[in-house]
């Protein structure tokens, strides 16, 4: 890859790379499109990462589809799949990790330990591999794409970032391999989460400002489905991370569920500066 | 400096970096020669990062003396010299630091906590600034060189590495910024440093395998030398930096003292690789 890199660079290309963990769905191949008009070429890689996982969770049996993989990315014009194995990036001496203090403690942080600086890790080494000038990460992981971001200023990476909307299934899920997990009754269980969110956007976009009586109406939505279990529903500024207690502008709710043994997350923009979209399509 | 590398590269211009904290002596130069004909362009940054201080150290009163050091550079060939300031280095939000596990802990890593992170954390940062394609660093600190390797290595830098050797005084003294803290009568009691480096080389040389007859003889030697403390003395793997019991391969000796205040390093490989020239030369 490396090598393939350094040619292109050399001929004066300008190169994009999206980071995935493959078992794709149309929220990845929305990133790649959104570097269609930034690129000369495009990459993707297919990387499920060891150490993002804490050592309870899913590495094992994380939803894998190399060969069908391959087919979606070239269908999206993808150039260069770089799909490298475990023991390539991660050789028996491996010792040197990138740490993000703040930004890695709130949220999904509190609960997998470990989790960010194993994608801030990856993400760096990937950045470095295929010398990408620019990259494309979704903002169904929010605090991933804040993190990263950070990295990026902290380390002056000379890679640009483009970061793509959440893309949901037709009763408004956020696309996420894990929803491969799902049976089909926890599936329908499964779409309190969007409309807990939606219930969220319009109480903030009504102008209620206090984010305890928003998270209490996604508590209410959400509990309303007994075979959910709530990890976190925080308000969050959504430069900071940091708790607010007043919904008045860069307000980000997000929400980390059980359903089963699967976890979903999902988030949006809530007050003035919020999205303005509906989270579930008017009819669904 | 990242739009002027932008610039060079673009012109296909090979960079090489020596980053140094100033206040510049022969050693500093020798690196600078390294990369005469390894590069296109030859940049060195100043900059005594404050983050690779514990708190307790001298980082405050750190020599600099900017002026007498843009000059040596010029005359050693330097084209760039990148001198940034604090506050742009590290802005009020900087959160994301370089971690190396293993190699950090041992020898100066157990005295100066956080010492290699704040190292590894600016050292890739002007990685990142200068697109450097080759780097210069001193054999003198030779943990930090180990864990520069490490890291280029861990994080997949697109970085050739190149590695002096110590320059050392006539009487052997390793050269260092802050051999310019030590009094007239401090800098004479530093010469046990060098004399106790070249008795272990001689030992080990003449077939003394023992780890621990080294290190006796080291201690007599520096012991003679009453205002001298001794922080470590050590014997590892030249790659590792483990302990070894017995010298016979990949074996270097590295030792801390303190004279006054000055905290002084030295190292050297002994034993059947180990180095074959004096430390201190014939009929000093």
Known sequence: MATRADELKKAGKRLGLTPTMGYLHAGHISLVGLLNDKCDVKIASIFVNPIQFTPAEDFNRYPRNEVSDLKFLEAAGVEIAYCPDVASIYPPDFQTYVEIETLSQPLCGRFRPGHFRGVATVVLKFFHVTRCDIAAFGLKDFQQAMLIRRMVQDFDLPVELIFGPTVREKDGLAMSSRNSYLSEIERKSARALPKALEAARKLAAAGEKRAGRIVGEVRKVLEAQPSLVIQYIEI??????????????????????FVGKTRLIDNVAIGPEGDTNPIIPEGE
């Open 236 to 257: 969050v500024d959504s430069l900071t991370l940091q708790p607010i207690e007043k919904v008045l502008n860069r307000a980000q709710l997000a929400v980390a569920i």
